[in-house]
């Protein structure tokens, strides 16, 4: 695991004040199937420039909260504040130009498209541009395309490291790449508006990283690892991320959340979390105790 590495001069400085305030604060979210409570009163904040990771033995919840918070299920109670308002009601796509904006566990690209033109889809949430405008392509829809071009190569391509295959097609890809083009979709999503001065006071921006390095090996994870370090570092960005590499979770995170039967069972910082007997019993209970115990020990040595 890589170690966490001095922040750059030029870092954006986090106020203390925002530092401690939740920007997103769920609160006794309830989501049933049926006769299924997927989330039963969860709660839990997460605090403007950490890294918050919600963890769970399997069927503990996870998905269906990061689908509820991200507006893709409607809760059957509670809420999700973000940055201070109630947008338990708001639809996804706007939650986006909010400011909270997801990756998904199943890679969710276009795979018959080029990396750029998918992550250009990101930024759409942002667009101001009409329909006719954007038939017609001219006036404002043509300028708008081409400093969202610049601004999308300049920043998220050079920062990920993907320029080499900017023009690729997605399905032509190695899985690690295609994850990597998946959270820079997201991260497009957070971008301030190209060509525009950064607003005096920027409002706060999440990252919701659904299993960010499923499925990768080792060196694609350790990548994928300094990149989320890195948008928090870089630009500020709050990440909250599903994860089960435990490794990852307890070498990065700030707070963690464990769920188990759609309820919280525990949360706190890494150590509080690996010492809590009610996680243990968990992972237990779904078989996974031995895989846990071999991942905490991973995270322990590269600490
Ligand atoms: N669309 C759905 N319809 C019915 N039940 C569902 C649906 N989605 C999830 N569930 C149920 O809700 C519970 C929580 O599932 P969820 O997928 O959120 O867990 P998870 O922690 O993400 O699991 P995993 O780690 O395996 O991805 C499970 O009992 C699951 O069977």
């Not at 959270?183 to 960010?212: F, K, N, S, W, Y």
């Not at 390095?213 to 990440?239: C, H, K, Q, S, Y």
Request: charged fraction near 20%.
């Amino acid at each position: 695991m890589p170690t966490r590495p001095e922040p750059r001069p030029h870092a954006p400085a986090l106020a203390p004040a925002a530092a401690h305030a939740p920007v997103l604060s769920v609160q006794g979210l309830t989501l049933a199937f049926g006769g299924v409570k997927a989330l039963n009163g969860v709660s839990f904040d997460v605090h403007a420039g950490s890294i918050t990771a919600v963890i769970g033995p399997n069927g503990a919840g996870k998905t269906s909260l990061f689908n509820t918070i991200s507006g893709f299920y409607r809760p059957t109670a509670g809420s999700v504040h973000f940055d201070g308002a109630d947008i338990t009601r708001v639809p996804a796509p706007r939650r986006a130009a909010l400011g909270l904006a997801r990756s998904f566990q199943n890679i969710a690209l276009f795979r018959g498209m080029t990396v750029l033109d998918n992550i250009k889809l990101g930024r759409h949430a942002h667009l101001k541009t009409n329909v006719f405008e954007a038939l017609l392509y001219v006036g404002r829809a043509r300028r708008e395309e081409a400093r969202l071009r610049r601004a999308v190569e300049e920043r998220i391509i050079d920062f990920l490291e993907i320029d080499h295959i900017r023009h690729a097609s997605v399905a032509a890809l190695p899985y690690g790449l295609q994850k990597r083009v998946e959270m820079a979709r997201a991260l497009a999503m957070l971008l301030d508006e190209p060509g525009e001065a950064a607003p005096a006071t920027p409002g706060p921006r999440v990252l919701m990283l659904d299993e960010p390095v499923a499925g990768m090996n080792r060196e694609e994870t350790e990548d994928m690892a300094r990149f989320i370090l890195d948008v928090r570092r870089e630009w500020g960005i709050t990440v909250l991320m599903v994860e089960h590499d435990m490794a990852m979770v307890m070498d990065l995170s700030d707070h963690v959340v464990v769920l188990n039967f759609g309820q919280v069972i525990a949360q706190g910082t890494p150590q509080q979390v690996q010492a809590d007997p009610e996680v243990v019993r968990a992972y237990l209970g779904a078989g996974d105790v031995g895989e846990l115990r071999k991942r905490l020990r991973g995270a322990a040595l590269a600490a």
